[in-house]
């Protein structure tokens, strides 16, 4: 198994409060991926980052930011939490974009109230 | 709006049969499909690919078809197994760009 870890694995907030979830691997990948996964959406992409301080925008990247100073570690930000954001998150990476396979980490349950 | 649709949420197979999976996508230009399988609680793994100028991926008891003609994509599994039980999610690329993924559908095997 690829070595991904996210932290927390479970989270309870409040909307309108800051909130930021932490995705490690020990691979080495240069790419690394947010998405979140909704009942009828499947897996959708939040941001990327294709090396430390390179980051790019997915498909439903308003309201969150991402961070990557280190190779292994890829930050993913709610400025300000809202209920609509609350899904359960995946952490993946590879070692090239598109052409191979993605592994993901355990995933990341937010719930906002 | 969705380019990649897995139109059957559920599927119930009895061990030993056949398991087909479908996966529809409308992007002329993804060239690169996965599939993955997902198990309650854990993140998704890879099963399988293939890319655009190949029409068939055999992987032991995985076998995933493409039909671009038809914008189709398959995954058979045989001989099914319980522990095949999980959500399947077909994924599609284009140029080596972002996948995007299905709504996945759930396989149940039954003993």
């Known amino acids: 198994d690829a070595g991904i870890t996210q932290s927390p694995r479970h989270k309870v907030t409040e909307t309108g409060t800051p909130v930021t979830l932490r995705c490690h691997q020990t691979?080495?990948?240069?790419?690394m991926y947010w998405y979140r996964q909704d009942p009828g959406h499947g897996l959708r992409l939040i941001h990327y980052?294709?090396?430390?301080?390179?980051?790019d925008k997915g498909e439903v990247s308003d309201g969150y930011s991402v961070s990557r100073s280190k190779t292994e570690d890829f930050l993913l930000t709610l400025e300000s939490a809202t209920s609509s954001q609350t899904s359960v998150y995946f952490c993946?990476?590879?070692?090239?974009?598109?052409?191979?396979?993605?592994?993901f980490g355990p995933g990341t349950r937010l719930t906002v109230t | 709006d969705q380019q990649v649709k897995q139109n059957s949420p559920s599927l119930s197979v009895q061990e030993g049969r056949i398991s087909i999976l479908n996966c529809d996508y409308t992007?002329?230009?993804?060239?690169?499909f996965l599939w993955y399988k997902k198990y309650p609680a854990e993140g998704p793994t890879f099963l399988i690919s293939?890319?655009?100028?190949?029409d068939k991926n055999e992987d032991g008891r995985f076998t995933v078809f493409l039909n671009k003609s038809a914008k189709h994509l398959s995954l058979h599994i045989v001989p099914s197994q319980p522990g095949d039980s999980a959500v399947y999610f077909c994924?599609?690329?284009?140029?080596?760009?972002?996948?995007?993924f299905g709504t996945g559908t759930s396989l149940t095997v039954i003993p």
């Open positions: 993946a990476i590879s070692e090239t974009r598109g052409w191979n396979e993605q592994y």
């Open positions: 691979e080495n990948h240069r790419y």
């Open positions: 980052s294709y090396g430390v301080k390179d980051t």
């Open positions: 992007n002329s230009m993804f060239d690169y």
């Open positions: 293939i890319s655009s100028i190949k």
């Open positions: 994924a599609a690329s284009a140029a080596g760009n972002q996948f995007y």
